[in-house]
């Protein structure tokens, strides 16, 4: 396993930050979901979410915000951590309320508006991640171009797909994960939400011998960086080129419809990755001299190569532009 923590890297930035997100989904019972774990040092701040999209097509949600004086020894905020074991498996746990909404793109409105939701839950979640591959490097085998563009995005960043097993309780649900596949990453450095431009980011599983994850950041002048990996047949394959066949929005520009990849391995191989998305949490991002951006979760549904039946995280960042 790579080192866990990274504080003694952290630069006189403000906003560098070590962050741990998970995400996972369950095809037998139409459940996915999906947390993240930051943490500011220079702040003494940490932040945690946990958005569900649930079977009925509503979704719930947590977030927190608070004082975190060390992340060195205990990955947690309030009642979220993300537990690391010595035998390279995490645990994933949760006890709290989160609260609903019948609209997955109202979530973020609720503080403005809380006739939005729907009803409020107790969750509690207990999840053990058992991986299938070896951990996964970005910048090991990004180009010094990619690696330029991408510093507003982390410096370093791991990734690794596993099998899920645990329980999941939603009010008076309890549902039981077996072997549901997941994925986690893990990065550190400065993350620039409304000037590292527009990204895209696909966690995509088929099945325990094919998986892939692409990642785009397109600057304001066209510049691409690039990284990501395949995973088949039981290695991982670096992902060398990444192009934008196509990238449908709605009429405002900034929520996703569909997209299609054209993207060349290491090995030489040429692939094309279709995707559609589903239902959309938008979260917005506003910096102190009014720059937007709005980052999307949700869950998509993929084909690579002709091969359908893939699912996974549909993830886009787009910057607002200023009217």
Same mark, same amino acid.
């Given at each position: 396993m790579e080192p866990i923590t990274h504080p003694h890297l952290c630069t006189d930035n403000s906003e560098w930050n070590e962050s741990y997100y998970f995400v996972f989904f369950d095809k037998k019972n139409n459940l996915g979901g999906m947390t993240r774990l930051g943490f500011k040092p220079n702040?003494?701040?940490g932040m945690t979410f946990l958005f569900l999209f649930l079977p009925n097509g509503s979704a719930g949600g947590f977030q927190l915000d608070q004082k975190?004086?060390?992340y060195s020894h205990s990955l947690q905020v309030g009642k979220m951590s993300h537990n690391y074991q010595q035998n390279s498996k995490w645990n994933y746990r949760f006890q709290g309320n989160i609260i609903i909404v019948k609209n997955p793109e109202d979530l973020p409105k609720v503080r403005e508006n809380p006739d939005l939701i729907s009803e409020i839950q107790q969750v509690k979640m207990d999840l053990i991640f058992d991986p299938i591959n070896d951990i996964y490097e970005y910048s090991e085998n990004m180009s010094p171009e990619s690696l330029k563009i991408g510093k507003k995005?982390?410096?370093r960043h791991w990734e690794q797909i596993a099998l899920i097993n645990g329980n999941l309780e939603i009010g008076d649900n309890n549902y039981f994960l077996e072997n549901v596949f997941g994925q986690r990453d893990h990065t550190y450095g400065v993350r620039d939400?409304? !000037?590292v431009g527009n990204w895209l980011y696909y966690v995509v599983w088929f099945n325990k011998n094919l998986a892939i994850n692409p990642a785009v950041i397109i600057t304001e002048n066209g510049q691409f960086?690039? !990284?990501g990996f395949l995973f088949k047949d039981g290695k991982n394959i670096p992902l060398v080129e990444i192009s934008i066949v196509d990238q449908q929005f709605r009429e405002d520009g900034i929520l996703p419809i569909s997209s299609e990849l054209k993207i060349l391995d290491a090995q030489g191989f040429e692939h094309i990755l279709k995707a559609v998305v589903g239902s959309i949490i938008p979260i917005p991002f506003i910096d102190s001299e009014g720059n937007q951006s709005i980052l999307v979760q949700?869950? !998509?549904k993929?084909?690579?190569d002709g091969l359908s039946g893939g699912y996974g995280s549909f993830e886009t960042l787009r910057r607002v532009k200023k009217s």
């Open positions: 702040k003494r701040e975190v004086q060390n995005a982390g410096d939400w409304t !000037g960086s690039i !990284g949700s869950m !998509g993929f084909e690579l």
